[in-house]
């Protein structure tokens, strides 16, 4: 039973990755390709180390998997928001049918232009 | 290891093949660019695909110290991330300081 579990997961969990390599891919721009990194990437690799706890069904293997995933979930937003700011901040082009950008009043053209905030 | 036709080792087999071309894709997307940002995002993209390749590995060959070694190059994994975003927003915020520096008009041209 484990093991169709298992076998199931691991499928699973590659699929979503491979989703996430192919939006890497195709997607159209920066900010939009990270939603394919940060998300479908974390929910793939989690899904594998789930499966790894259901292969193994020992306390220990279960509580390392759960670790990796928890910090999996804990770094992948902290990681993202670093790096969606950096873009922004160093000017990457937006897809041209992006239609609301509601930094753009604070942030102009690559320099910061906030007098509140320096 | 599992025995050869069990479904966790088809399943394995799958999942290894299936990461190994996702982690191809990634490195077209590191390749191509065009920002400095989208290559970071793909290497942040490789990096979670690889923590995933060494736990379908860890499941495949029956090894479970490769669990571990997911764990350690998670950590640094994140690490490098985030030193990369940080130098990406530094070397922007001294390029806005000083927007007349020669570097700077050669960008814009």
């Given at each position: 039973m484990n093991e169709i579990i298992t076998a199931v997961l691991l499928v699973l969990g590659s699929l979503f990755s491979f989703v996430a390599a192919l939006g890497m891919l195709r997607l159209p721009d920066t900010v939009i390709r990270m939603h394919a990194a940060t998300k479908a990437g974390t929910l793939g690799a989690g899904l594998i180390l789930i499966g790894e706890a259901f292969f193994y069904a020992e306390l220990g293997i279960a509580l390392r998997a759960l670790a990796a995933i928890a910090f999996l979930l804990l770094t992948a937003p902290v990681a993202a928001h670093l790096i969606g700011r950096a873009a922004y901040y160093s000017g990457v082009k937006l897809w041209?049918?992006?239609?609301?950008?509601?930094l753009a009043e604070r942030y102009i053209s690559g320099g910061y232009s906030d007098p509140d905030h320096k | 290891m599992p025995v050869d036709s069990s479904p966790v080792a088809i399943a394995g087999q799958f999942a290894l093949a299936l990461l190994l071309i996702s982690i191809i894709l990634a490195l077209a997307r590191l390749v191509k660019g065009p920002a400095a940002a989208d290559r970071i995002v793909a290497l942040d993209l490789i990096s979670i695909l690889i923590v995933a390749f060494l736990a379908a590995y860890s499941i495949y060959a029956g090894e479970t110290s490769f669990l571990d070694v997911a764990i350690g190059y998670a950590l640094i994994a994140f690490l490098g991330t985030v030193a990369l975003a940080r130098f990406l927003m530094r070397s922007a915020l001294k390029r806005s300081e000083n927007p007349e520096t020669e570097e700077n008009m050669r960008r814009h041209e």
């Open positions: 041209q049918k992006t239609w609301i950008d509601q | -």
